[in-house]
């Protein structure tokens, strides 16, 4: 089961992730760096202002749809969906008015933050009910969509607001599309006792969205604040560029993980449980970990080939930081977190994201003004390096983590045998040269499944000799 699901989300986040990545190649040579922060600075608002307001509703869903068939808390959840939407009006104050940023920004921002608010509720109805092929669709259409509209405005001279605004469409026809899907029938009323036990677990989660959001913000927001919209531009697309490629093999595992791991701790106990963690937790490191290194490595030829002219240079730099950032990040909030989540204590969430934002603040106090964009990004990683260790702590309040060396050091030795001659290929020719960079990726994805078949990682060589053994079990 964990298998087929993630295999599922994988096409989903894959496609997702492609098309994200082909937006970057395009937008940072349709827009120029100062209009591309717009957009990264609309994004973070937007980022911030749904965690706040919506992020308490889907995972609300996550947590109490998940726990069987007989559960169905969907025309609460939309409620508390559109309670939440009402206060938007309020958000766009204190984004203008407190936050200082510019009304056409905050209200980009706002858009965006409703649109996703909407879509990311469908999607995690869908999870928790194990329907990971309609989540798959929606996922993919939204970013046709996206990066569709998204084209046709800023051609039409809309600049950085109509990559924005091509986003929020594409959130809202992907809510839409797939609703039949996400609503249809039979469906339990809306009930009260729920939706106040939606928020007593919610709000605390609301807390911790915000702190996580503005975590996730604080390094662009801090940029755009310091070295202006063009600096922000600049960091943004290398920081896009990293998320596109190593959070869709995260995303693809948590997607599995946290639902099955609810559903075999409400029907099987914390052994079943626990269990399925040790085999989600060597997956998660076997998916993400090599295409993190195999970045870092590539990260010059990368750079030069993707982006446009005015990003490369400072993105050949900061990708091979940012990288090690999204490793302990698709951890933190795709593994340890899932503690947080079966124990149902919110507010541990709070403590964990607030321990990362008060690392994050505090290095990026003294790094950025003194290193300028290195400085972000290294701040960056020491904060979510510090959020693992302090989320595994935690977690010792919550649902204990099970943890075993053997897997890591099976992942680490299969990516160490993946980077040796990636590096070797990759320094044979000049930064920028496709058929080194090409040579140098198939060279480093041969060697990781030729290591990864060998070391049995998540249990692939298992897998695949169940599959050609008759009767062997596929899943």
């Known amino acids: 089961m964990l298998i087929r699901q993630t295999s599922t989300y994988m096409v989903a986040h894959g496609t997702s992730s492609a098309l994200g990545f082909l937006s970057v190649i395009l937008f940072t040579r349709l827009l120029t760096p100062a209009e591309y922060g717009i957009y990264v600075v609309a994004l973070s608002v937007a980022g911030i202002i749904s965690a706040l307001l919506f992020t308490w509703v889907r995972l609300s869903v996550l947590r109490f749809e998940s726990e069987g068939e007989a559960t169905d808390i969907r025309l609460t959840a939309l409620l508390a969906y559109g309670a939440s939407a009402a206060t938007l009006p309020v958000a766009l104050g204190v984004t ?4 200082a940023v510019p009304l056409d920004k905050a209200l980009a921002a706002i858009a965006l933050a409703a649109a996703l608010g909407l879509f990311e509720l469908g999607q995690e109805i869908l999870r928790a009910r194990l329907d990971s092929t309609s989540y798959m ?20 001279g809309w600049g950085g607001f109509g990559l924005v605004a091509g986003v929020a469409c594409a959130y809202v026809i992907g809510a839409l599309a797939f609703s039949p899907a996400i609503w249809k029938g039979p469906r339990k009323p809306v009930d009260p006792v729920t939706f106040r036990a939606m928020l007593g677990f919610g709000v605390p989660m609301a807390l911790s969205g915000g702190v996580f959001a503005l975590h996730s ?33 995260a995303l693809s595992v948590g997607s599995a993980v946290v639902p099955l791991a609810i559903r075999a701790l409400a029907e099987d106990g914390p052994a079943a449980a626990d269990a399925h963690l040790t085999r989600s937790g060597e997956l998660l490191l076997a998916v993400v970990m090599p295409a993190v290194i195999g970045l870092a490595i590539v990260a010059p030829h990368f750079a030069a080939l993707v982006l446009g002219p005015e990003f490369r240079d400072t993105a050949a730099v900061l990708v091979p930081i940012l990288v090690f950032a999204w490793l302990f990040q698709a951890v933190s909030q795709q593994f340890v977190q899932i503690s947080f989540h079966l124990a149902k204590k919110p507010s541990l969430m709070v403590a964990h994201g607030t321990a990362i934002l008060v690392v994050n603040v505090v290095a990026m106090t003294l790094l950025v003004p003194s290193f300028g964009l290195k400085g972000a990004a290294w701040s960056l990683v020491i904060a ?8 595994y702590l935690l977690s010792r ?24 001659p990636t590096t070797l290929v990759g320094w044979t020719g000049a930064h920028g040269d496709i058929a080194t960079f090409a040579a140098a990726v198939v060279t480093g994805v041969l060697a990781y ?3 990864a078949f060998a070391f049995d ?7 695949v000799m169940q599959r050609i053994r008759p009767g062997g079990d596929p899943s």
């Open 96 to 99: 203008v008015w407190a936050l």
């Open 137 to 156: 669709r929606a996922t993919v259409v939204r970013a046709f969509a996206a990066i569709g509209i998204s084209v046709a405005l800023v051609q039409a």
């Open 217 to 249: 913000a604080l390094d662009r927001l801090l940029v755009a604040y310091l070295l202006g919209d063009a600096a922000a531009g600049v960091y943004g697309a290398s920081a896009d560029l990293v998320r596109q490629i190593i959070l869709f093999p």
């Open 384 to 391: 979510e390096a510090s959020g693992v260790v302090a989320g």
């Open 397 to 420: 309040r919550a649902h204990p983590l099970p943890f075993t060396w053997r897997p890591v050091l099976k992942v680490v030795a299969a990516v160490l045998v993946m980077a040796v």
């Open 449 to 451: 499944a030729a290591a």
């Open 457 to 463: 990682l998540a249990g692939v060589r298992t897998l």
